[in-house]
């Protein structure tokens, strides 16, 4: 008679390479998942930072006073992309003698903000802004404004590099 302590038996060593498997498919899993758990609490974090700056972005960009047109674009651009500043720069210089002319006072309002991705470099945002427009002191429109904004990572700043509207 042999000894069941010197020599398993097949079906023990089926039992133990599917426990060895199981063990080992269930690490794999929660290693899986704290990764997974520490990556989505570093970008929570930053979700948080990049739907708060889209909003203030969606307003500082779309909010006009023809009083001060420049010296608010040039501030402005400093929290854009050296490519979307420019670009915003230039529109705001091109229209100036339009706001000026018609003495045209556009004031925006969040009214909801979502964002739509993130990744470690850049986010997109949907944003719903009241927008009220006075012309000559007197209320011109009023009426709902939606943007995308996009924001990029640079040097650890989100900076907005495109305003789309919706």
Do not use: C
């Not at 739509?116 to 012309?135: E, G, Y």
Request: a positive charge; glycine letters at 4%.
């Amino acid at each position: 008679m042999t000894d069941p302590l010197q020599r398993p038996s097949g079906r023990a060593l089926a039992a133990l390479a599917a426990v060895v498997a199981a063990l080992a498919v269930a690490v794999t899993f929660a290693v899986i998942e704290i990764r997974h758990d520490s990556n989505g609490d570093s970008l929570g974090g930053e979700r948080s930072t990049a739907t708060a700056l889209a909003a203030q972005y969606a307003v500082d960009f779309t909010s006009i006073d023809y009083h001060h047109m420049q010296e608010e674009a040039a501030a402005e651009a400093k929290n854009a992309t050296s490519a979307f500043g420019a670009v915003y720069t230039a529109t705001i210089k091109t229209f100036q003698p339009y706001y000026t002319q018609h003495t045209i006072v556009e004031k925006t309002t969040v009214q909801r903000s979502a964002l739509s991705s993130i990744n470690a470099k850049s986010a997109v945002a949907l944003i719903a802004l009241d927008a009220v427009t006075t012309q000559k002191g007197r209320p011109a429109t009023d009426r709902l404004l939606r943007v995308r904004i996009t924001l990029s990572k640079v040097d650890g700043r989100w900076l907005m590099s495109n305003l789309t509207t919706l």
